[in-house]
């Protein structure tokens, strides 16, 4: 099993990224303790132009990783609690 770690921290925030590999299943788990999305939010997170940031220019970096996962023939699952941070697991079968 392949297993790599990538933490950053800046001003209390953490970012943890894993991976891991076995004979037929390559996982990526990306989380962080953010705020966390509601559930409307999960609802649009994916969506082109969809951005909880109300800038321009934001809002297609999700809706790309969702076109390459399911190109590849592959998953998101999303797990959140609101305040708490969100969860991103990738899975290429």
Do not use: A, C, P
């Not at 990306?30 to 082109?48: A, C, H, I, K, P």
């Not at 592959?74 to 079968?93: A, D, K, L, P, R």
């Amino acid at each position: 099993m392949l297993s790599m770690l990538y933490r950053e921290q800046r001003e209390e925030k953490h970012v943890f990224i894993s991976i891991d590999q076995d004979e037929y299943i390559v996982s990526i788990l990306v989380e962080d303790n953010g705020t966390g999305r509601s559930e409307e939010q999960l609802n649009y997170m994916f969506d082109n132009g969809y951005s909880t940031k109300n800038q321009q220019n934001h809002g297609i970096g999700l809706y790309l990783i969702q076109g390459i996962v399911q190109k590849e023939n592959g998953n998101i699952i999303v797990s959140t609690n609101f305040g708490e941070g969100t969860s991103f697991q990738v899975s290429f079968y």
